[in-house]
C-alpha cells in the first residue's frame, strides 16, 4: 500500500521535517498522524525557513494560516499530494493567506506547489 506508513514530525534548527513512523508502533496519536504544528514536538519552536507537506488538499487548506505563523517571512511552504485538479483550489487558499507561488510543477497527474511567505 502506497500510504500505509504513518508520519511523524521532527523540528531540526529552521526546518520542519516529517519522516516515517512504522503505523504499529501506536505512536503519533489518532489516525497515525501528529498534531499538525499543535504537536509538543513543534510547541515553543521559533519559525521555520520550510516545511514540507504531502498530504490531501482540504487539510492543506485548513492549515493555511497555521502555516503562515509556523514560517519565518520569506520561508518557503512545499506542499505535494495533491492531484492536478485540486492544486488550484489550494494554491488560491495559501494567496489568500499571504504565501506567494514560486513554482508549480505537474508530473503523471499530481502537483507540487512551492510557495513563499510573503
Known amino acids: 500500500m ?37 504537536h509538543p514536538l513543534l510547541r515553543g519552536q521559533q519559525s521555520f525557513d520550510l516545511v514540507t507537506a504531502n498530504i490531501l488538499p482540504r487539510p492543506l487548506i485548513a492549515l493555511a ?31 489568500a493567506a499571504g504565501f506567494r507561488l514560486l513554482s508549480g510543477r505537474r508530473h503523471a497527474g499530481w502537483t507540487v506547489l512551492a510557495l513563499q511567505r510573503r
Open 2 to 38: 502506497l500510504f500505509a506508513r504513518a508520519m511523524a514530525a521532527a523540528a531540526l534548527p529552521t526546518m520542519l521535517l516529517a519522516a516515517p513512523v512504522s503505523a504499529h508502533t501506536g505512536e503519533g496519536g489518532a489516525g497515525g498522524f501528529l498534531a499538525g504544528f499543535a
Open 65 to 95: 494560516p497555521a502555516m503562515r505563523r509556523a514560517l519565518r517571512p520569506g520561508g518557503i511552504a512545499v506542499l505535494s499530494g495533491l492531484l492536478n485538479h485540486q492544486a488550484h483550489q489550494v494554491r488560491a487558499r495559501y494567496h
